[in-house]
């Protein structure tokens, strides 16, 4: 048996090993803050415990277990228990039920992932997956689970994070009032309306077909890239998750740009040669006639729209494209946002309409990804709703402005204005902050645009805020915050909570971090000397990306 390391008996069972490194910033804080919560079960069923190969405590690296999913955890990762011991072990893309054969790859302090080598009984809620790169592409992952069941694992997961990272009790009363449940999404296919594909030297094929292809892998590739790998794209001419529009421009620029008379390579992320890096597909719908616009983003390492012109005319064929950009990335970086940014046919933007106001978004800007409206017969005979229609419905509902005109919005993290400028009628004014100098640009077009003049959106940093900050406006009445994936700093922690809004909004893109500023919010930072001052009302999970791991979560604070 291996040597356990000092405290690692202890650690073993820890329920949510894998979370530790959320608190970093405050290492003392994060160990004990998650050894808190030990009860708690994994999951609601319970599998046979696996066996594995050597009886230890931590797995080797390199070493194969036989191992049974037990459900889905942070990031969409099955989480598994070595036999006997209860060592936690995550694999990616293992699904609830799953009996596999997987080898140890890493080992952290207190569990190890895995890679699935071979399934030995499928996972419970099989599907069968209609795409066929789902199994390896980093898109979906679970497209083979039903939807019931990624619904059903998502809103556990947000549970689970609220009690064993937020410290909030599950005990308590008003614990079941405050978790909603999850809201799914109509549409599971075709939702997205923007897609970065990436251009490759060489296309990447799973090792059990590079037999049968074993002649395309020198060619290049245009596609998605294989998850943790920055340099291996597969090729792909159709993704389930964007709209039809939008595939028939990625099959059709497929087709062509391979051509040896039009001169066009692939950029080479190694020797940091070649011309194509990205190309981003954007859908919108025209405000008055609701047909679809798309707008086609060639990323590349230099400026020549000369090399471009055979691919612009092919695509310019096509009557939903309305806008050809070029951004021009000269850095080494993979990054598909250019230091210049050139418009090569029609506009610089394309046009969405949410919640009743009309919206620009040029290339780079954030805007809320899931708003296909096109209903599934099949399913539902009533139209469906827009899923970004659903999340700020939600978030108008949690506001609860008292409409006179009396109060004043804060939206934190505001991307092109959307948030604030569906609240702006009922406000008597909204500040907007964002990182990104373009995003407000839209911003502050889009409140122009719908004839809003209560709105001023302010480009900075949150992560860098000074002592001064509260003085770019008025007491709020309400905050909205809605940070991407890392969550908020901890200086706007602390200024939210010397702040005092009688009532704040977070909507999150990932539970985990959300859970972390949840907890920082009402129950302070004892080691810090910072006190919460908030208590939370509702969490309201919201599918906005069916087949992914991603959660989206409109949670309402309310000042104590
Ligand atoms: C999840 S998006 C939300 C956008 C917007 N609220 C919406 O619903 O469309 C997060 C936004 O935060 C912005 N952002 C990221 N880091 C930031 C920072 N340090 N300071 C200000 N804004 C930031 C991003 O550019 C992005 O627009």
Redesign the pocket.
């Known amino acids: 048996m291996a040597a356990a390391p000092a405290g690692g008996v202890r650690l073993l069972h820890h329920p949510r090993p894998w979370l530790r490194s959320l608190r970093r910033p405050l290492s003392t804080l994060a160990a004990s803050s998650i050894q808190q919560s030990e009860e708690s079960t994994i999951t609601a069923t319970e599998p046979k415990p696996a066996t594995t190969s050597s009886n230890t405590y931590y797995p080797k690296r390199g070493q194969t277990l036989e191992l049974v999913c037990e459900s889905l955890a942070y990031k969409g990762k099955g989480l598994c228990k070595v036999a006997d011991t209860g060592f936690i072990v995550m694999c990616d893309r293992a699904l609830p039920g799953e009996r596999f054969v997987g080898r140890v790859t890493r080992k952290k302090d207190n569990y190890a992932e895995v890679k699935k080598l071979k399934t030995i009984s499928p996972h419970w809620d099989y599907v069968e997956a209609p795409c066929e790169f789902a199994s390896h592409c980093g898109g979906c992952k679970t497209q083979d689970l039903l939807y019931e069941a990624q619904v059903r694992s998502k809103e556990q997961q947000v549970r689970e994070l609220i009690v064993h990272v937020g410290k909030f009790s599950d005990k308590d009363p008003e614990y079941d009032g405050i978790m909603k449940p999850i809201v799914p999404c109509d549409i599971q296919f075709h939702y997205r309306n923007k897609m970065e594909f990436s251009f490759g030297t060489k296309q990447w094929v799973p090792a059990e077909l590079l037999q049968q292809e074993s002649d395309d892998t020198n060619e290049s590739a245009l596609g998605l890239h294989v998850p943790g790998f920055f340099d291996k794209v597969m090729n792909i001419n159709k993704c389930l998750l964007q709209s039809e529009p939008a595939n028939k421009v990625l099959a059709a620029i497929q087709d062509f740009w391979r051509e040896p008379e039009l001169g066009l390579s692939p950029y080479d992320v190694h020797s940091h040669r070649g011309f194509l890096k990205h190309l981003m597909l954007r859908s919108g719908s025209n405000v008055e006639t609701g047909q679809p616009e798309l707008m086609v983003n060639f990323v590349t390492s230099s400026y020549k729209p000369e090399l471009l012109k055979p691919l612009i005319e092919k695509i310019t064929a096509f009557p939903d494209v309305v806008s050809i950009m070029n951004n021009v990335n000269t850095s080494v970086g993979n990054t598909s946002v250019g230091e210049e940014e050139y418009t090569l046919f029609g506009k610089s933007t394309i046009t969405e309409s949410l919640r009743g106001l009309n919206f620009q978004i040029s290339a780079n800007s ?3 990804t899931n708003t296909h409206q096109v209903c599934n017969k099949k399913i539902r005979t009533a139209p469906c709703t827009m899923q970004a229609e659903v999340l700020y419905k939600l978030i108008e509902d949690c506001a609860c402005l008292k409409g006179d005109g009396s109060e004043i919005v804060l ?1 934190l ?4 204005g ?2 604030g400028l569906t609240l702006a009628k009922r406000a008597k004014h909204v500040y907007g ?4 100098e373009q ?1 407000i640009a839209d911003a502050r077009r889009n409140a122009n645009l719908n004839g809003i003049c209560n709105a001023t959106f302010v480009q ?4 860098k805020i000074g002592e001064n900050f509260g003085e770019y406006f008025p007491k709020p009445d309400l905050v909205i915050t ?3 994936r890392p969550g908020m700093h901890m200086k706007l922690i602390k200024f939210l909570l010397k702040l005092k809004a009688a009532r704040i909004i977070y ?1 999150s ?1 990932n539970p985990a971090t959300c859970a972390r500023d949840l907890d920082y919010l009402c129950h302070g930072v004892p080691e810090r000397n910072i006190q919460g001052c908030y208590k939370l009302k509702s969490i309201q999970p919201v599918d906005m990306f069916p087949h992914t791991p991603h959660i989206e979560c409109v949670c309402l604070l309310e000042l104590l």
Request: aromatic share 16%; proline share 4%; hydrophobic share 40%.
């Open positions: 954030f805007f809320q939206d993290f505001c991307g092109t959307t948030i902050f964002e990182i990104v995003a900075g940093d949150l992560n809605d940070p991407n909507v893109c």
